[in-house]
């Protein structure tokens, strides 16, 4: 069975979704209902008509397919299965930098045979399992035409799978179609694994498919039901489908005010799935998914890094520019060797000053000193470019046609013997100098480090090539390393509007914002600054879940009727 998935973006209030049959199962007026969001709606939604004020700070949403590791997560919680080929085997996520960006999804035929083909191997491997049996279904089956046992397991299952309460239709379209099969068989489980072959082909769990209620007097304008906003928040923090206490509090109506969305959302910040999601959208935001290190190595960085990332945004709550001015990082006794740090006692690993090596933060780990490595070795205007959009968000453009060099080789200079800062020059020339000025003097400053973080003191195979490592941050000043560039950017005071921007990018799954998204940004960012805070990450995601724009969502240009 396959759900033929078709349907515009952004959503309009309704779609079409067709099941198309192998042979079992046709189209039903349930399976319509559940694409037009006629059915579990998580009570009354609530909430007062916005003000024109919060109008104005609400950004178009769209229809969101799960991506691969929002898939891969969502089926480790459902049924207790990691299904490690699902990037594999599921369409490729485009990086915007983020892999989430719905502009970017479509329905594709390589959506329906990825997801039948891993539909059939996950319910394969339930089956098989007694103590996956029992995750799936809660009740024990008193033989194949226990349609009481098969119920439970349509409503329990389906509203964790769907994020919402199925509707007694829907549930009766199930038994209809599917305890055929187990009274055919003479075994109550092939009924199961019908269903939950329909269910991980769901459109309303392949996509978050978010409807809402018309806002009075706002064309375009949508209120969700607090099982979207319950989706919505857990997809935001954890990647993942909400768990039963988050699906009950909306089932309850408890998430329409916004200090019942707030306390919700700090109770899942205390999960280590919050971190997992928080490290994730560094690494593509950071840009070092991937590590040129391998092995123990590679992983030692990762760890070190989220241990900042764990300690700093989440058990002790600092500003997010404290991790750019960290005195001491997380090592293993390896990773303190590769830096030439001391190493701790612990093998496992402990927190180790930096003392006078000139480190500090997350700018001196090897995952971000490894992130845009070219040539097999650094790139000074990479990293520049990779600090100046990243975390200043500055906009550089692809030069014109005219001055474009082969950037698949590396830069070149009359003498083939002359060092790197002589080749890098295309920040002193004409023509360049207007964009390269912003990169490449801040790629210098980090150029003691290479790309596996190790201190150096001359290039690699050219001891005549020593590296002064001093850089500049334009309209800032000069700095030597990753600690005095961490303590200038903050002083620049640009880089907390820059974190909440990507941020909220990584949360709406969209990396185009406009003036409401703008707005709303600049208002609960301008809100902490003004209480006398610099941005900290858990009370950003406080303030931004309570605002009136995470309740609500737009499809197209709002007008008043």
Known sequence: MRWCLSFPRPIASTFGCALRATGVLALTAAALAGCTGEIGDGGPPGGEIPTP???????????RRLTAIEYRNTVFDLVGIDVADAELILPTDERTPFDNDFTTQISSQALIDGSDLLAGEIAAEVLASPELREKVVSCEPSGPDDEACYRTFVEEFGRRALRRSLSSEEVD?????FMPHASQASDFWVAVDSGLRAFLQHPEFLFRIEIGTPVPGLAGMFRLNNFEIATRLSYFLWGSTPPDWLLDRAEAGELTEPAGIREAAEKMLEDERALSRLARFHAMWLSYEQIPAGGTLAESMTTETNALLGR???DESRPWSDLLTAKETFLTPELATHYGLPAPSNPEGDWVPYGDSGRAGILSHGTFLGAVAKFVDTSPTQRGLLIRTRLFCMTIDRPPPELMVNTDEPPQAADPDACKIEKYSMWQQDGCKQCHAFMDPVGFGLENF????RFREAEVDKPECTIDGVGNLEGVGSFDGPAELGALMVDSGEVDACVARQLYRYAVGRSELEEPDHALIERIVGEIHDGGEA???DV?????VASEAFQLRREEEVTGE
């Open 540 to 544: 950003f995601i406080g303030d931004y």
């Open 173 to 177: 379209a199930f038994v209809t179609h």
């Open 312 to 314: 700093y945004i989440l």
């Open 53 to 63: 004020e919060e109008a104005a700070e609400v950004g178009v949403s769209g229809a």
């Open 450 to 453: 290479d790309a596996l973080g």
């Open 535 to 537: 941005l900290r990450l």
